[in-house]
């Protein structure tokens, strides 16, 4: 753990090391490899106003949905083995997690409060309202193309999905739905989520 907090010193993944300088944050990932890579289309649109919609729709993946869907992911993945921990290594844990401490001590080993479950759900509800909107203009989130917007907010359907939360876009958000299967029919979605990497109940 210190040598990874050498590299990331947030203590989260991922981390991508390149040219022995380490580059963090997923979606600033997405964007330094998009810039660094020749490839053809480049999956950040190429106008500047375009551009300027992608950003705001990352710092809002980053803010709203990744944060909410922490709530139901620690909720129900890793509160059992939280349990199972005395206090003492319980609160070891938090303190390995420097990114994460307020967001663990908050959770504690009995859970997320009633209100704090309900405030991820609607920020999920709400997140998937943006995409119906958005994607009533074209195929993919940003200027009809698909761009690394598509990409970041794709992990959180997956992760929704796995925990059995997919209803909230199949039966009343069909644009979503349709989004959601076309991203999974990409190949480097599938090459992403290989069989035996995905999180279940």
């Known amino acids: 753990m210190p040598a990874y907090l050498a590299l990331n010193p947030n203590g989260v993944g991922p981390t991508l090391v390149h040219d022995e300088t380490p580059i963090i944050e997923s979606t600033v990932i997405c964007e330094y ?25 990352l710092r809002y993946i980053d803010e709203v949905p990744s944060m909410a ?7 129900k993945i890793h509160l059992p083995r939280f349990q199972r921990m005395t206090e003492e290594e319980f609160y070891a ?38 995409m119906e909107e958005a994607l009533n203009d074209g195929l993919w989130l940003i200027d009809d193309r698909y761009s690394i917007v598509d990409i970041c907010i794709a992990p959180v359907l997956q992760r929704m999905e796995d925990l059995g939360m997919a209803e909230m876009w199949a039966a009343s958000r069909l644009r979503v739905s349709d989004w959601y299967e076309r991203i999974k029919a990409c190949s480097a979605y599938r090459a992403a989520f290989y069989p035996g990497s995905l999180l279940g109940v």
């Not at 999956?43 to 106003?49: K, N, Q």
């Not at 869907?69 to 909720?75: N, S």
């Open 33 to 57: 490899l998009d810039e660094l890579c020749p490839h053809e289309p480049h999956l950040s649109p190429s106008g500047i106003l375009a551009r300027a919609r992608m950003r705001a729709w």
């Open 93 to 130: 844990f938090v303190d390995r997690n420097p990114l994460r401490k307020p967001f663990l001590r908050r959770m504690g080993r009995s859970g997320f409060s009633t209100e704090d479950y309900d405030t991820a759900i609607e920020q999920l509800d709400q997140s998937l309202g943006h």
């Open 69 to 75: 869907i922490r709530v139901p992911t620690f909720q």
